[in-house]
Nanobody, 128 residues
Framework: QVQLVESGGGLVQVGDSLRLSCAAS????????VAWFRQAPGKERDFVAT????????SFADSVKGRFTISRDNRKNTVYLQMNSLKPEDTAVYYC?????????????????????WGQGTQVTVSS
């Protein structure tokens, strides 16, 4: 079993930055592929970014490319989402998710149904 806890959300202004953290416990963290998804009010959950268990590969949604980065520290069992140049459309609840299967493909990592473990989410609000 894996427990994921997100932190770092908040209320910011357009153009500001935030760093979200996802702390994992309960299983060898280095075996997990970890992703961030987000869900805005009244909308479906969308893929944001993901990183492999080694940190060697990452993938981003087109809407955040060039503005967001994802990284991990396996010593701290934590994945980070650095969000820069925030826009009002980035407003959402951000969820951390993880899976243990050694699979990596663009379609696979963007499908939330492939992630077994989920956190409770952290709210990010970008005010104009």
């Amino acid at each position: 079993q894996v427990q994921l806890v997100e932190s770092g959300g908040g209320l910011v202004q357009v153009g500001d930055s935030l760093r979200l953290s996802c702390a994992a416990s309960g299983r060898t963290f280095s075996t997990l592929t970890v992703a961030w998804f987000r869900q805005a009010p009244g909308k479906e959950r969308d893929f944001v970014a993901t990183i492999t268990w080694t940190g060697g590969s990452t993938s981003f949604a087109d809407s955040v490319k060039g503005r967001f980065t994802i990284s991990r520290d396996n010593r701290k069992n934590t994945v980070y989402l650095q969000m820069n140049s925030l826009k009002p459309e980035d407003t959402a609840v951000y969820y951390c998710a993880a899976y243990t299967a050694g699979i990596w493909s663009p379609d696979y990592v963007r499908n939330g149904q492939n992630y077994r473990y989920w956190g409770q989410g952290t709210q990010v609000t970008v005010s104009s």
